[in-house]
């Protein structure tokens, strides 16, 4: 009863208080504009975007739509400048920044202040042209925060996919390389061992707010475990997890090194291999059969290797160190073969190794592997967008579509370095960068 009249107020007041919507509309001329990677380029384009929706896409430099008073019309010429959807990353990790500092910051600093700073990253990230990311990794509480208050415009940053994380004891995704007093205190609700504590956890995450979930098959080169890149969730483990995950409508990421570990989440249907550094044959055989995306975060690879032959890497242990060197190391050659196969790919640097702001780079190396530059543009785009299963509304430029824009001062299918320098970005209709 008492809802039901605080709903009839709350229906009367809307009524009252809005008499005429004012629309925010934006106009775009586009000097040189790519709407879907792999389609050619165009000259000389208008888009008009009207409350974040693209609404036009006109031949040439033309005005906007006919507005009413109330409406706020802003033109912004991008001439000069390449336009291009928004990218987009599959694997960040917007809680933090591998380095030396990390064991103590695990100490010193409260939930509060990690929170803050993801929101520092989200910003960074954001004005790197990353307008979506899917973030595999990270407090769960603070990373929904994030996400949620980005959503309502209280801070700025990309759109966020957030993952609850669910791994078994001494995994890769449990906490490790602490006294046992801080092992117990920051060991995860969401660690489970067997069929049907795995489900408990999967369904816990996604009650407690995961769009997708994340999980450690194998093991992982920065856990300090000297337990190898081997796997490490069981088969039954994996397939509860999934099938739990599928059920409640959720995806199911899975970080995986070691080829028996990618090979067994693939088997039991998971929807990508974050990394694959090992991925064989059967690997390809298998995620061409289920079409599992392969997010290869050869940015991670790169970053360790470089620190742990750095002066200065004690911060790592003798495990971490000889499982980065090899580790990193065959990333590409394997990625190589991958893309080669024809395997979906969707772009991920697994940023939070490397530094937040720096997700272009991974273009570069994708470059160096022997990939295509469209076909980078392209799983940096539309197939992250089919991976999240959001390509109706991201991943590329047309009528009814969400305005991710980024402008570029040059061509990324001739100079890929091009996409290190984004002057504007636009994510939903709002301008964050110009
Ligand atoms: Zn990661």
Redesign the pocket.
């Known amino acids: 009863m008492k809802k039901h009249s605080l709903a009839l107020l709350v229906m009367s007041s809307m009524v009252l208080s809005v008499p005429v919507s004012a629309a925010d509309i934006k106009v775009i001329h586009a000097g040189t504009l790519l709407t879907l990677a792999g389609e050619p380029v165009l000259s000389e384009r208008t888009l008009v975007i009207t409350d974040g929706i693209i609404t036009e896409i006109k031949q040439g430099y033309v005005a906007g739509p006919i507005a009413t008073a109330q409406d706020t019309v802003e033109i912004v010429d991008l001439k000069n400048k390449f336009v291009m959807p928004g990218l987009m990353d599959m694997?960040v990790?917007l809680q933090g920044e591998l380095g030396p500092n990390n064991d103590s910051e695990a100490l010193r600093m409260s939930d509060a202040d990690v929170a803050i700073r993801s929101a520092y990253f989200a910003k960074k990230t954001l004005l790197a042209g990353f307008t979506t990311v899917r973030d595999?990794?990270a407090k769960p509480e603070q990373i929904y925060a994030l996400r949620d208050g980005i959503n309502k415009g209280w801070v700025d940053g990309p759109r966020i996919i957030a993952s609850g994380g669910v791994s078994v004891t001494g995994g890769h995704g449990d906490v490790d390389g602490m006294s046992p007093d801080l092992l117990d205190k920051f060991t995860s609700k969401t660690i489970c061992d067997g069929p049907y504590d795995c489900r408990r956890a999967t369904r816990r995450a996604i009650k407690f707010g995961a769009d997708v979930i994340k999980i450690t098959s194998t093991g992982g080169v920065l856990s300090d475990t000297n337990t190898g890149t081997g796997q490490q969730m069981d088969d039954d483990e994996l397939k509860e997890v999934i099938d739990t995950a599928h059920a409640l409508g959720r995806k199911v990421a899975s970080?995986a090194h070691a080829a028996q570990g990618i090979n067994a989440a693939l088997r039991a249907g998971v929807d990508s291999i974050?990394h694959g550094s090992y991925a064989d044959k059967e690997s390809i055989k298998l995620m061409k059969k289920s079409g599992a995306f392969l997010v290869p975060?050869l940015l991670?690879g790169d970053t360790v290797v470089k620190m742990a032959n750095a002066a200065g890497a004690d911060f790592m242990s003798p495990a971490i160190k000889a499982k980065a060197v090899r580790v990193g190391g065959d990333m590409m050659k394997n990625f190589s073969a991958a893309y080669k196969a024809g395997v979906n790919i969707a772009y991920g640097t697994?940023s939070?190794?490397s530094h937040h702001g720096d997700n272009a780079k991974e273009a570069l190396l994708m470059s160096q592997a022997g990939m295509s530059n469209t076909d980078i543009l392209k799983s940096a785009t539309i197939n992250a967008a089919k991976l999240i299963d959001m390509s109706d509304s991201l991943g590329s430029l047309s009528m009814g579509k969400q305005a991710d824009i980024i402008a570029l001062n040059a061509n990324p299918l001739n100079h890929i370095e091009a996409l290190l320098d984004v002057p504007f970005v636009m994510k939903a209709g709002v301008i964050y960068k110009l």
């Open positions: 694997h990790h595999l990794g970080h974050e975060t991670a697994d939070g190794v």
